[in-house]
């Protein structure tokens, strides 16, 4: 019996070593859980300890800015405050801060560093309601009652636990981490002829006619009139094919490049979905947009952390608060139409409350068209798109299929998200883009396509 007991007990402890630890916050009455890495970890340091911190970490360091990283160390054990000691033993650095990375559901990896949004009810001053807290505050300056709430000192657990008990005060509207998120964006005339979205012949053995009937919706509109916000990375402000229809625009990452990219690092995305809504038509050059003469305002939610096009390790990265602001500008600046082809990671208030208010109170209260990708990891519809106000959009191939790993056009990396939720599937592989300096970075965008179908409806 001694043996038997000796064995469940060994068998059960050795479970509990396998089995992945987690981690939650409750977000009103529901609860939002995240699996813990194993053996990623998010870094803040010294910019002179870079190279060393790369040198240790095993073989994929991933650099967010010139004081962070994720980095990753195999074969340490227990919980993540036991395998963060580990790791500190290895590497004589003194560490600003070190986090768990949080992973969700669907595989987005997200951090939170001690700063939360808490959206006071009329009338409230924040300072009351911190006042026995160790958190400093800043006003959101484009959305009335919502501060941001930071600490240096609090982990990661600790404020989880702080907005648990918050959620009790009658007094906050809601309050939630500001997560830091690592997205990858969901995208990949002389050339006009080649635009098989636009007019399907059979180009890259398609099926002729497997196309949007963008040269029919024309005869209605070809954009006149109309905004439409690319949220997204940012757009190249001096793109012969694009200048005559960009606006100044925001950068909601606190660059103040009004919108416009970085070009050192090859963020080209925000460019390459902008052409395919608006690339300036009839100039005998590059393509044409489908809504050629639309007007696009830029808005910077997002920058990616450097490494090459193809590189695993590229990611965007960006926050519960730029995206909010990012969307709420845009609204705040006439935006009919908010063209959004990206997504991942849990459910934000933060960000929903703003994509409400887009849907209800833009175009001065007749609302504004938001749409979103469905999402490239061939599995259910991941969140923005998910919610019911929005347009989710999923991507079709030449051959008139859904995109999916086995689909005809070859690319064998990726799938549309599909299943409840998908509103409509649009031309989403082989599309040409604007010349010029704009990098073919793996571009899929599932969004822009349909824009023309929309416009007509917006003009009413």
């Given at each position: 019996m001694k043996k038997l007991i000796l064995i469940l007990t060994f068998l059960s402890f050795n479970f509990s070593i396998k089995a992945q630890e987690k981690i939650n916050y409750t977000d009103k009455s529901k609860k939002i859980e995240f699996e813990i890495s194993k053996d990623e970890f998010y870094t803040e340091f010294s910019p002179n300890d870079t190279q060393l911190l790369e040198n240790k970490s095993e073989n994929d360091f991933q650099k967010l800015n010139n004081n962070s990283a994720i980095?990753?160390?195999?074969?340490?054990?227990?919980d993540f405050t036991?395998?963060?000691?580990?790791?500190?033993?290895?590497?004589?650095?003194?560490?600003?801060?070190?986090?768990?990375?949080?992973?969700?559901?669907?595989?987005?990896?997200?951090?939170?560093?001690?700063?939360?949004?808490?959206?006071?009810?009329?009338?409230?001053?924040?300072?009351?309601?911190?006042?026995?807290?160790?958190?400093?505050?800043?006003?959101?300056?484009?959305?009335?009652?919502?501060?941001?709430?930071?600490s240096k000192s609090l982990s990661t657990y600790d404020l989880f636990k702080t907005i648990d008990k918050l959620q009790a005060d009658n007094r906050i509207e809601y309050i939630e981490p500001n997560f830091i998120r690592l997205l990858a964006p969901h995208t990949n005339d002389s050339l006009y002829s080649s635009q098989w979205s636009v007019n399907n012949q059979g180009y890259y053995g398609g099926v002729i006619d497997a196309d949007m009937d963008v040269e029919e919706a024309w005869s209605y509109t070809t954009g006149n009139d109309i905004k439409v916000a690319i949220i997204d990375e940012g757009v190249d402000f001096n793109h012969p094919d694009l200048m005559a229809n960009l606006l100044l625009g925001y950068d909601a990452t606190g660059g103040n490049s009004n919108g416009g990219p970085n070009i050192t690092t090859d963020d080209s995305h925000g460019t390459a979905c902008a052409g395919i809504v608006a690339a300036v038509g009839n100039n005998n050059l590059g393509v044409a947009g489908i809504a050629y003469n639309s007007k696009i305002l830029p808005v910077r939610i997002a920058y990616t952390n450097g490494y090459p096009l193809g590189d695993q390790r590229r990611k965007w990265i960006s926050s519960d608060t730029w995206i909010a602001n990012g969307i709420s500008w845009a609204v705040q600046?006439?935006?009919?139409?908010?063209?959004?082809?990206?997504?991942?990671?849990?459910?934000?208030?933060?960000?929903?409350?703003?994509?409400?208010?887009?849907?209800?109170?833009?175009?001065?209260?007749?609302?504004?068209?938001?749409?979103?990708?469905?999402?490239?990891?061939?599995?259910?519809?991941?969140?923005?798109?998910?919610?019911?106000?929005?347009?989710?959009?999923?991507?079709?191939?030449?051959?008139?299929?859904?995109?999916?790993?086995?689909?005809?056009?070859?690319?064998?990396?990726?799938?549309?998200?599909?299943?409840?939720?998908?509103?409509?599937?649009?031309?989403?592989?082989?599309?040409?883009?604007?010349?010029?300096?704009?990098?073919?970075?793996?571009?899929?965008?599932?969004?822009?396509?349909?824009?023309?179908?929309?416009?007509?409806?917006?003009?009413?």
């Amino acid at each position: 019996m001694k043996k038997l007991i000796l064995i469940l007990t060994f068998l059960s402890f050795n479970f509990s070593i396998k089995a992945q630890e987690k981690i939650n916050y409750t977000d009103k009455s529901k609860k939002i859980e995240f699996e813990i890495s194993k053996d990623e970890f998010y870094t803040e340091f010294s910019p002179n300890d870079t190279q060393l911190l790369e040198n240790k970490s095993e073989n994929d360091f991933q650099k967010l800015n010139n004081n962070s990283a994720i980095v990753k160390f195999k074969n340490l054990t227990g919980d993540f405050t036991s395998r963060k000691n580990q790791m500190k033993t290895q590497i004589s650095i003194q560490f600003e801060r070190i986090e768990p990375v949080l992973i969700y559901r669907d595989g987005t990896k997200q951090i939170a560093k001690g700063e939360a949004n808490i959206k006071l009810k009329p009338n409230v001053n924040i300072q009351d309601v911190i006042k026995d807290l160790d958190f400093g505050f800043e006003p959101n300056s484009l959305i009335e009652n919502l501060y941001l709430i930071s600490s240096k000192s609090l982990s990661t657990y600790d404020l989880f636990k702080t907005i648990d008990k918050l959620q009790a005060d009658n007094r906050i509207e809601y309050i939630e981490p500001n997560f830091i998120r690592l997205l990858a964006p969901h995208t990949n005339d002389s050339l006009y002829s080649s635009q098989w979205s636009v007019n399907n012949q059979g180009y890259y053995g398609g099926v002729i006619d497997a196309d949007m009937d963008v040269e029919e919706a024309w005869s209605y509109t070809t954009g006149n009139d109309i905004k439409v916000a690319i949220i997204d990375e940012g757009v190249d402000f001096n793109h012969p094919d694009l200048m005559a229809n960009l606006l100044l625009g925001y950068d909601a990452t606190g660059g103040n490049s009004n919108g416009g990219p970085n070009i050192t690092t090859d963020d080209s995305h925000g460019t390459a979905c902008a052409g395919i809504v608006a690339a300036v038509g009839n100039n005998n050059l590059g393509v044409a947009g489908i809504a050629y003469n639309s007007k696009i305002l830029p808005v910077r939610i997002a920058y990616t952390n450097g490494y090459p096009l193809g590189d695993q390790r590229r990611k965007w990265i960006s926050s519960d608060t730029w995206i909010a602001n990012g969307i709420s500008w845009a609204v705040q600046n006439g935006a009919d139409v908010l063209s959004n082809s990206w997504g991942g990671g849990s459910p934000s208030t933060t960000i929903t409350n703003a994509i409400n208010n887009a849907v209800t109170n833009g175009r001065n209260g007749k609302g504004c068209i938001v749409l979103f990708s469905s999402g490239n990891e061939n599995t259910a519809v991941s969140y923005p798109a998910t919610l019911p106000n929005v347009i989710a959009v999923g991507a079709s191939s030449m051959c008139d299929q859904r995109k999916t790993p086995t689909s005809c056009d070859g690319e064998t990396r990726w799938g549309s998200n599909y299943g409840t939720g998908i509103d409509v599937i649009a031309p989403g592989v082989q599309i040409l883009l604007p010349i010029y300096q704009v990098s073919r970075d793996t571009v899929r965008p599932t969004i822009s396509r349909i824009l023309t179908a929309l416009l007509q409806h917006v003009q009413t």
